[in-house]
DNA sequence: AAGCCGGGGAC
DNA sequence: GTCCCAGGCTT
């Protein structure tokens, strides 16, 4: 047996059972494929489980509201995806009269959907003979061809997109597909993988050369920003001002507290007397509570974020700025560290 | 080509 | 701490 048909015979007897494989509606397909991005299954399962049952239909997702979708994907991170899909979905709605299409060349046009995606939804629904490439796929191929092209390189990725197109099983892509995937994620692990068990070692060339930790090859180390956010919590009790972000910086169109930004962290009574808080407050700021910083780890950045409950008012409220009734603060989109800032206070 | 976009789990 | 996860969009 070949290299691929060995993987598609380990998957038959070690594939775990998943909602999204038993299926071949694009729609539902799709759900799985957005979420699952950069997402483990363990991570992504409880959220497709949610979105299938509020949206049974791409019909039903498009005539949601971005507060709505954003809400039921909090958690998640990567809320652009979530974004993407209400207006793929009133897209697919109008243009495609609520059918999801299935080909490659119409899924690749869709917000969200990059060659990857579009792969897998085509491939998945209508079997056709399209390769995946993930993060799966460039460490298998990487070891067993042995290949120290980066897997991030623009030469890199056309050579792996080559390869694993040449290596299609183009009478069962769905299968092979799903095989390459799986035996990746289970079997060929980035660390630990299992290659005493493994069906291919024998000819794995990162396996005979002791090369596993070395591949795949990856260029670079994002840098990491630090970032100082200080907010502010006004409440009666009955209400709590908030505030809807802008959809430039992170957690865009998510909801968070009124806030400055500054260099470093800074002592309590320091930034209360701030001239961009006084400013605000319309003197100085009297802080009845503040909470221990907290270090919130972000892909890109390192936030160290602290509360500060103060008895002040603004003098102006802000256009993105709102009281909202305690009861209605479940409705709201919440990023992580707000979520933790403020559960408690409000019994979120 | 490089930067940006979350949160969590494994080690 | 570091790495990476069924990646894609913007600049």
Wanted: hydrophobic share 40%.
């Amino acid at each position: 047996m070949n290299f691929t048909d060995e993987l598609v015979q380990w998957y038959l007897a070690n594939k775990r059972d998943l909602p999204w494989r038993n299926t071949t509606d694009a729609y539902t397909i799709w759900l799985s494929e957005i979420i699952l991005q950069q997402t483990r299954v363990e991570q992504g399962l409880p959220y497709f489980n949610r979105f299938v049952e509020k949206y049974p239909t791409v019909s039903d997702f498009a005539a949601a509201h971005e507060d709505e979708v954003l809400k039921l994907w909090q958690g998640l991170g990567y809320y652009s995806r979530g974004r993407n899909m209400l207006k793929t979905a009133q897209l697919v709605q109008q243009m495609y009269n609520g059918v999801f299409p299935e080909s490659y060349d119409d899924l690749i046009k869709l917000k969200g959907i990059g060659e990857y995606t579009a792969a897998a939804i085509s491939s998945f629904s209508s079997n056709e003979a399209r390769a995946v490439v993930d993060g799966n796929v460039y460490r298998v191929l990487a070891r067993y061809f042995g290949i120290y092209e980066a897997i991030n390189s623009s030469t890199g990725k056309k050579t792996f997109q080559s390869l694993a197109t040449n290596l299609l099983n183009k009478q069962n892509a769905a299968l092979h597909n799903q095989a390459m995937m799986e035996f990746g994620a289970m079997l060929c692990k980035p660390k630990n993988p299992g290659c005493g068990i493994c069906p291919v070692n024998v000819g794995c060339a990162a396996f005979l050369n002791n090369a596993t930790t070395a591949l795949p090859v990856k260029l670079k180390t994002v840098k990491v920003r630090e970032r100082f956010f200080n907010y502010f919590l006004v409440t009666d009790g009955n209400t709590v001002l908030m505030n809807k972000r802008g959809d430039k910086d992170i957690w865009a169109n998510m909801y968070d507290l009124p806030m400055v930004e500054t260099p470093e962290m800074l002592p309590a009574h320091e930034l209360a007397k701030l001239p961009e808080v006084t400013a605000m407050f319309g003197n100085e700021l009297n802080i009845t509570e503040d909470t221990s910083v907290i270090k919130h780890i972000l892909t890109h950045q390192r936030l160290f974020v602290r509360m500060v409950k103060t008895t002040n008012t603004p003098l102006i409220l802000k256009e993105n700025w709102a009281f909202i009734p305690v009861d209605s603060l479940h409705e709201l989109a919440l990023p992580k560290v707000i979520f933790i800032l403020i559960k408690n206070i409000f019994n979120l």
